[in-house]
């Protein structure tokens, strides 16, 4: 750290809040700091996805932000989506892809976010969402690394999300059933 | 400022900077500067400096246009939210030896744009010295490319031990093989041997010796002689892939070829 601080005001959580930071400061130790513990401070190398948060609405490794970077943005960590992800925490649960729960706050941001992307580009597509598939699912995971479940549980609770989300998904379950 | 404040860096997506042990004593950030599309004009794509890994991996049009290379290079860099943050103009400017963003934009017909030296080829970029300029685009040329990208990993999410791309465009093949691992070198198709739309047995002969006669060497990733036998077959496996075989038997022959170059003699 440069000793130096600036000025830095980031919306977290839907609360403003400012303060004197340093500027290479990251938006992990920040948000800590604001007593959001549930942002885990791992690897810091931007491999282990625990310390995810929202960007502006786009899951991101707080650890690779600096607060320069983040300020004047809004930051969102699962302290401030306990209504959204209650509904993935009951399909975890229903599932067992929790074990030993470390990495659960990082899968939960990054989960809600993929829902997120998916419906969104169903909308610009003019489409329904669709059940994301195995490799897509993948793809998502890799960023968070869990050394309990071996991920065949967490693609379970995913599927059992979306389907509850996504009218199309549902149907696709159902039908997949009936088969 | 960046002349002129001796130090000065600029901030591309930031995942490398943070994890270098130096001071920088001002670091410029230019994500507010418009920097983060990509725009289609007649001829060609012009991708921002600040446009994300994750941007460039859904950028459908483009990667139609490409014959979905660019998806196919980054979709293996570490996590979604990894990519949401990296940028291709720090992918870029930093020439990283291990970059798959580079390998396939390099098969491709790419220039960058910078602000004191204007259009440069890619190819001649990577080798530039690390002059105090600043990166505004990436300029991917339209044309009716034919291409596929391949790569090694040791587990999924690493880096790269050796990565290839192929690319037919203008009725001619180029192959681009990094990871060696310094920075990504191109062939063109006839440096590599490489002259019909549908690479024969020989020609796919020619393209590997060409590939393993590149410069290799050893690192934690794998050694030198696994590195130089890895590139020839996945440059043969590029060419193969990107190649639209209209055979059935050619397909095969062409496959069974790269087969037999796998085994380490």
Known sequence: MSGKTMDISINLNGKRVAASVSPDLSLLAFVRAQGCKSVKCACETTNCGLCTVWLDGQAVLSCAVPMARANGHAVMTLEGL????????????????????????????????????IRERAAAAGEEPQMPSDEEMDSYLAGNLCRCTGYTSQRRAIRRYMASRFAACAQAVVAGQEE | MLRFRKGAQILGGGMWMRLSDRTIPCVIDLSDCGLDKIEETEDEYRIG?????????????????????????VRDIVGVQFRRSATVGGSVFGRF??????????????EVELVEAGRVPL?????????????THIIVKKHDYQASYQCLRKAATDFATVNACAARW????HLAVGARPAKARLLSGAEAGVVSAEP????????????RGLTYSSNLWGSERYRRH??????????VEAARYTSPEGLEAARAACAREEAIR
């Not at chain 2, 030896?97 to 790419?110: M, N, R």
């Not at chain 2, 190819?123 to 990166?135: G, H, K, S």
């Open chain 2, 200 to 211: 024969s047995c020989d020609e796919l002969a020619h393209a590997i010796e060409a590939v």
């Open chain 1, 82 to 117: 306990q209504a959204e992800s209650a509904d993935f925490a009951r399909c975890m649960a229903e599932e067992g892809a929790e074990q030993c729960g470390f990495c659960s706050p990082g899968l939960i941001m990054n989960v809600l976010s993929m829902e997120r992307e």
């Open chain 2, 97 to 110: 030896g291990f970059s798959d963003v580079i390998c396939a934009l390099l098969a491709l017909d790419t």
């Open chain 2, 230 to 239: 890895l590139a020839g077959v996945l440059a043969a496996r590029a060419l």
């Open chain 2, 123 to 135: 190819a001649t970029f990577i080798d530039m010295p690390y002059e105090l300029d600043v990166l």
């Open chain 2, 170 to 173: 203008d009725g001619a093949w």
């Open chain 2, 49 to 73: 400096a600040y446009v994300t890994l994750r941007d460039l991996e859904c950028a459908g049009v483009l990667n139609d246009a490409c014959d979905g290379v660019l998806a196919a290079a």
